[in-house]
């Protein structure tokens, strides 16, 4: 099956400082990727679409400035978590679709800010 | 928007029984439904999926039933083994228009499986 890896797997950094996440396709194209954020033993919440070439689409009460989105090609986008603070600290999630219906999801990136 | 609904919430099943767990949808217009299996600190692992002009689709133990009349589809897994313990979620999307590209998730059933 499609696999969508993410780097780092987790990460803690001191509040102020900025951190990247990276989320590849390893055997696919794909058209369209997701950023997701959950928290503990709840559902998903979708933070950003990206396709590649284009700007991102963040959904509503989602701070564009504070989570850069960079979808560079067809198989790498990153999520870049500026000036973090205490309350970014979650698991966020990558996802990518290929060209058909299907949708990927990545292991994960569990960060916590101190 | 859609809005799907998942229950239950949480369900404890006997090893080597069945388990079943449901979805609602809203949007008529939503044609695929996949399901996800979220183990305790990993992703989302696609498990199964189904597009509307299908009413039932099996892979080895796991089968996902759709009513489009009804608005409803579920997952059943049969012969549940410890491994199949994890979080389980349904999502719904659109085939075209705005949200097309969005899966709308429901809020997850914890499956345990009791030895």
């Known amino acids: 099956g499609a696999v969508v890896s993410q780097h780092p797997s987790w990460v803690i950094c001191k509040s102020g400082t900025s951190v990247k996440i990276e989320c590849r396709s390893l055997d696919f194209q794909a058209t369209t990727m997701f950023w997701y954020r959950q928290f503990p033993k709840q559902s998903l919440m979708l933070m950003a679409t990206?396709?590649?070439?284009?700007?991102?689409?963040?959904e509503q009460g989602v701070e564009k400035d504070k989570f850069l989105i960079n979808h560079a090609s067809l198989t790498l986008s990153t999520l870049t978590v500026t000036s973090a603070h205490p309350e970014d600290s979650s698991f966020y999630i990558c996802?990518?679709?290929?060209?058909?219906?299907?949708?990927?999801f990545g292991p994960g990136t569990r960060l916590t800010v101190t | 928007g859609e809005n799907v609904e998942q229950h239950p919430s949480t369900l404890s099943v006997q090893e080597g029984d069945s388990a079943v767990i449901k979805c609602t949808y809203s949007d008529s217009a939503s044609n695929y439904f996949p399901w996800y299996k979220q183990e305790l600190g990993k992703g989302p692992q696609l498990i199964i999926d189904i597009r509307s002009n299908v009413g039932e689709k099996k892979d080895q133990r796991i089968a996902v039933t759709l009513n489009k009349t009804a608005k409803h589809f579920s997952l059943h897994i049969t012969e549940t083994q410890p491994e199949d313990s994890a979080v389980y979620f349904c999502?719904?999307?659109?085939?075209?228009?705005?949200?097309?590209?969005?899966?709308?998730f429901g809020k997850g059933t914890k499956l345990s499986v009791i030895p």
């Open positions: 996802s990518a679709r290929d060209q058909g219906t299907a949708q990927y």
């Open positions: 999502a719904a999307r659109r085939g075209s228009g705005a949200g097309s590209y969005q899966l709308t």
């Open positions: 990206s396709n590649e070439g284009s700007k991102a689409t963040y």
